[in-house]
């Protein structure tokens, strides 16, 4: 692997290779070729970051005013901003996501995260209660904010920046220190961010970063670690089942934002155009690697073939290639094995009988790309809802379209669902916008629209889509624990 670029820890404000140097190749899902080797932290990288948190949180940094926080968060957001080249150059190679959404959305969101919670704290007003006491006295409480101390942050492949941010800036500009585990899958961003909070004059301790897998490595070590006050993660569910036990141990709080099977709902009096185009990026947007993205699509029966045709239309006119071709649309999947667990969902729904619509398997693609992780945005129907493919999240571009007839009967089938994240209801009637989205048992409702999202509302789902809520005010609530100051007036 000479040669490469190296992604080295970032602990006590400072990059290392660990003690042990080892390292794991970073490759390019896109080409499939190795772009870098990444060190590895050790239990020993994980005391050394975790100390180096707990240091900053009894220093200047905890206890520093919020106004003063948010200046120098407003620092990073610069810094994030002036290296946007840097940044995107690490995500598109990290993800082989297409250059464009990457450039305009996930990069500038990120820094626009540290903008609002950085404001966010800084404006907040502090909460003050008074009450008469029985003897004629008065008594005045008063309700602070305080950090809650050490944050593991252990952030996933598929929004790498974006969804690290959603997690560090709240928890920074409510005074905490992080310990960041990113995906070994997508670690650069991470460790570049390093270099702009030191820049920004974020104090050496309050930002580190470990590099590794789950089990028996630094995630591991890290959710484990006793000196560690609260975990927030997103991913798979089975990791965050994980997390959880190890969180229980201390009585540490958790945040996890888990998987999603969600469904979109498509009513026949809704613009049917606006319909498809909408959940032809709730399907295939990111590769369908995203945890809000539609599996699961529900069609009144009048439109039903419109529909899928439509779709089907919008999914073989997507460009896969280069990722900075402005043609491209259409990125790989993070991995080839990743890959090979969506083929396996690919099989099931052939062996149970499905109508393949398009796609179900893999393209030919010339090279530098025939080594990637691609594969074809797929469409099915004619699937029981006791399937696999159904049920369970694949985390791939494809869908299962199936028809409906009335509304009693698509709030049952969308709501026979161990998971509940996120849904899409299409109708041109407000009414009856309003009373479905009423009873869908999940967290984010999207009506005639897929992915808007004002980021000071709270973001979660219920049942095997995770446990607690992000954004806003949520994420405030999260990364802070009260203080009541009771004082007798007199």
């Known amino acids: ?30 080409t499939g070729q190795v772009i870098a080797r990444v060190f590895e932290a050790g239990a020993g990288e994980v005391d050394a970051a975790v100390a180096a948190a707990r240091r900053a949180t009894a220093g200047a940094w905890a206890q520093m005013d919020a106004a003063r926080r948010a200046k120098v968060l407003h620092g990073v957001a610069d810094g994030i ?17 297409p250059f464009a959404p990457t450039a305009k959305g996930e990069v500038p969101r990120a820094a626009q995260q540290f903008r609002l919670f950085a404001d966010m704290v800084a404006l907040a007003p502090e909460q003050s209660l008074e009450m008469a006491l029985g003897d004629g006295g008065r008594a005045r409480s008063i309700v602070q904010r305080a950090p809650r101390g050490v944050i593991a942050v252990i952030c996933p492949w598929n929004l790498p920046l974006m969804l690290l941010s959603w997690k560090v800036a709240p928890a920074l500009a409510c005074g905490n220190s992080v ?27 309050v930002y580190n970063v470990v590099h590794g897998s789950g089990p028996g490595a630094a995630g591991e070590f890290l959710t484990r670690h006793p000196d560690v006050d609260a975990i927030t993660f997103t991913g798979e569910t089975a990791t965050g089942e994980a997390i959880m036990q190890a969180a229980a141990v201390g ?33 295939f947007h990111n590769c369908g690697q995203i945890c809000l993205g539609n599996e699961r699509l529900y069609v009144e029966r009048p439109v039903f073939d419109a529909f899928v045709e439509g779709l089907k239309q919008r999914a073989e006119s997507l460009v896969m290639g280069d990722p900075h071709d402005p043609k491209t649309r259409l ?38 790309w025939a080594d990637g992780a691609w594969i074809e945005p797929t469409i099915w129907t004619g699937l029981s809802e ?12 494809c869908c299962h379209i199936r028809p409906f007839d009335d509304e009693d009967e698509v709030i049952g089938l969308v709501n026979d669902s161990p998971y509940g994240l996120t849904a899409t209801v299409w109708t041109s009637d407000l009414d009856r916008a309003s009373r ?18 004002d980021l000071r509302t709270p973001f979660g789902g219920r049942g095997l889509s995770g446990v607690g809520r992000e954004g806003g005010a949520s994420s405030l609530d999260f990364y802070s624990q009260p203080r009541t100051v009771c004082a007798r007036l007199g």
């Open 251 to 283: 009585v540490r709080d958790v945040s996890l934002e888990l998987g999603g099977k969600n469904a979109g709902i498509v009513f026949a009096d809704c613009d049917l155009e606006r319909a498809i185009a909408g959940e032809a990026m709730a399907v």
């Open 1 to 30: 692997m000479t040669g490469e670029r190296e992604v080295l820890n970032f602990i006590d404000g400072a990059y290392g290779k660990g003690t042990g140097q080892r390292f794991f190749a970073d490759r390019n899902p896109a």
């Open 436 to 453: 479905v989205s009423g009873r869908l048992a999940v967290g984010v409702v999207w009506l005639n629209s897929w992915m808007l999202r």
């Open 179 to 205: 310990v960041v585990k990113p995906s070994e899958e997508t670690p650069a961003s991470a460790a570049l961010l390093g270099e702009v909070m030191a820049a920004a004059g974020v104090p050496r301790g």
């Open 386 to 397: 006791t399937s696999a493919v159904v049920r369970e999240e694949i985390f791939g571009p």
């Open 81 to 97: 901003m002036a290296r946007l080249d840097d940044f995107v150059a690490a995500e598109v190679a990290d993800t082989g996501k």
């Open 331 to 368: 990125g790989p999947l993070i991995s080839r094995a990743h890959r090979d667990k969506v083929l396996s969902y690919f099989q099931k729904a052939r062996g149970e009988g499905a109508c393949v619509v398009t796609g179900g398997s893999f393209p030919d693609m010339p090279a530098p």
